[in-house]
């Protein structure tokens, strides 16, 4: 791994760049509403049946599976849970996004750095609703939408892709995210350096100092949000 500057920077998009602005609560709430079901439950139950995130493209049957568990815990089997799915996916806007703290300014910092660009294992149909609405097109050199590809992270094959894109060595490439299977361990499997960025839902240990606490894994970096990162590429 390098111990000089890094000469680009890779960054995840849900969780580290951007965060949703719909309420989830809401949104289950108005599945309900637009499916013309009595609502049953609450969103936590949903959420809590829903196994890791979804495959690109079976978001339906993902959120149908979860609604059909949730239907089972409170005696309503009878419902079309297919209908919910597809209501709760009709309420979604994927460019109802805004950025997370720091996020803005890490990006800037980064380009001062060298090519940028975004990793994320999302489709392209789902994600670059989000590019647009934040205006990251600007910004970017490159865009990687693992969610096309056959392999997503932490496989290297996203890895190796935008450092293919960018013209740049990995062992000199910086990876930036939330996920510390999917970023920090894809990052350095491809031989890319990792900053953790813990994301609003993820869930981690603290240090006696409060700081997040990546162990077992061990990211070159650990950041408490993206406001750190400006800092960190100066001192390199």
Not at 103 to 121: H, I, K
Not at 145 to 152: I, K, L, Q, T
Not at 216 to 234: G, K, N, Q, W
């Amino acid at each position: 791994m390098s111990t000089g500057r890094y000469t680009a920077v890779a960054f995840d998009l849900d969780d580290t760049v951007c965060r949703r602005d719909q309420d989830p609560d809401d949104l289950y709430r108005r599945a309900f509403a637009r499916a013309d079901v009595d609502k049953f439950g609450e969103p936590a139950d949903l959420w809590a049946a829903l196994t890791g995130p979804p495959e690109p493209n079976a978001e339906h049957a993902y959120f149908a599976a979860g609604f059909t568990v949730v239907a089972a815990r409170h005696g309503r089997s009878d419902v079309d849970a297919d209908a919910l799915a597809t209501a709760l996916l009709a309420s979604i806007d994927h460019g109802a996004v805004s950025f997370t703290p720091g996020a803005r300014e890490a990006l800037t910092a980064a380009r001062e750095t060298g090519p940028v660009a975004v990793v994320t294992n999302g489709p392209e149909w789902r994600q670059s609703p989000k590019i647009a609405a934040l205006g990251l097109s600007e910004l970017l050199d490159a865009v990687v939408y693992a969610g096309d590809m056959e392999r997503r992270k932490p496989h290297p094959d996203a890895f190796d892709r935008v450092c293919d894109l960018l013209g740049v060595d990995t062992a000199e490439t910086l990876y930036v995210g939330d996920s510390l299977q999917h970023d920090v361990a894809g990052a350095q499997g491809a031989g890319l350096a990792a900053a953790w960025v813990p994301g609003r839902w993820t869930e981690y240990p603290t240090t006696s100092d409060g700081r997040p606490d990546p162990a077992p894994f061990a990211p070159e970096h650990v950041l408490a949000s993206l406001t750190e990162l400006p800092d960190l590429l100066r001192r390199r």
